[in-house]
């Protein structure tokens, strides 16, 4: 996720003027927390210590945190340019527990955030196929790309702020998933839905 955002974002911020940066090292001497920031705006990346509770979500009973495949078990990226703004909050977790034992659990604490809706890649599975405030299974936004998991998702919200859990083929005898809040700039989507029409 953050190969993605953080090398072209970095580029852009670095040109500006006025630009601050500042990078706390972890223990281990890899960056943990780095904060770009320029009179236009600026980037927040916070990694590996954060919690379900940083996501808006708990924790599956008796899930411990892990590694992604980039070795990150956690991030939060703030990009903010004024009014636009854009945040994703990542935990990575597993557990022996079968996936439908989780799906169960997360189906019912994603039901704070309105309708629940579970997707396999881009299509919806069962009913409700959207939510109220228009979420759906599609990715609307191609700007955007977060790479939830493999291939089941539960997600609720709006096309703007979402919550995401999201399953990942885990090592042998353990469901890996993620859990995922994401706030995307007003306006991102409603320009791809008006050009379609």
């Known amino acids: 996720m953050k190969r993605c955002i953080l090398p072209l974002v970095g ?3 670095l040109m500006t003027s006025g630009c601050r940066i500042q990078v706390d090292k972890s223990k281990n001497g890899e960056d943990k927390n780095v904060k770009i920031d320029t009179p236009m705006g600026g ?5 590996n210590d954060m919690t379900a509770a940083d996501v808006g979500l708990p924790v599956y009973p008796g899930a411990q945190i ?8 956690a991030a939060d990226v703030h990009l903010g340019f004024g009014k636009w703004q854009l945040r994703v909050k990542v935990v990575n977790y597993q ?5 439908d034992q989780v799906l169960t659990f997360y189906r019912k604490s994603l039901g704070r955030y309105g309708d629940v809706i579970e997707c ?10 959207s939510t109220r405030e228009g979420l759906t299974c599609s990715e609307h936004n191609k700007e955007v790309h977060v790479d939830e998991g493999d291939d089941l998702s539960l997600r609720a919200g709006s096309m703007h702020h979402q919550h995401i859990v999201g399953f990942k083929k885990g090592s ?10 994401l706030q995307l700039p007003e306006g991102v989507n409603d320009n791809e839905s008006a050009n379609s029409q």
């Open 120 to 129: 396999n890649h881009n299509t919806p599975v069962g009913t409700p196929t």
């Open 43 to 47: 980037l927040h990346v916070r990694t």
């Open 172 to 181: 042998a005898g353990y469901t890996k998933f993620a859990l995922v809040e």
């Open 95 to 99: 557990t022996p527990d079968s996936q």
């Open 66 to 73: 892990v590694p992604d495949h980039d070795n990150e078990k």
């Open 11 to 13: 580029l852009v911020l």
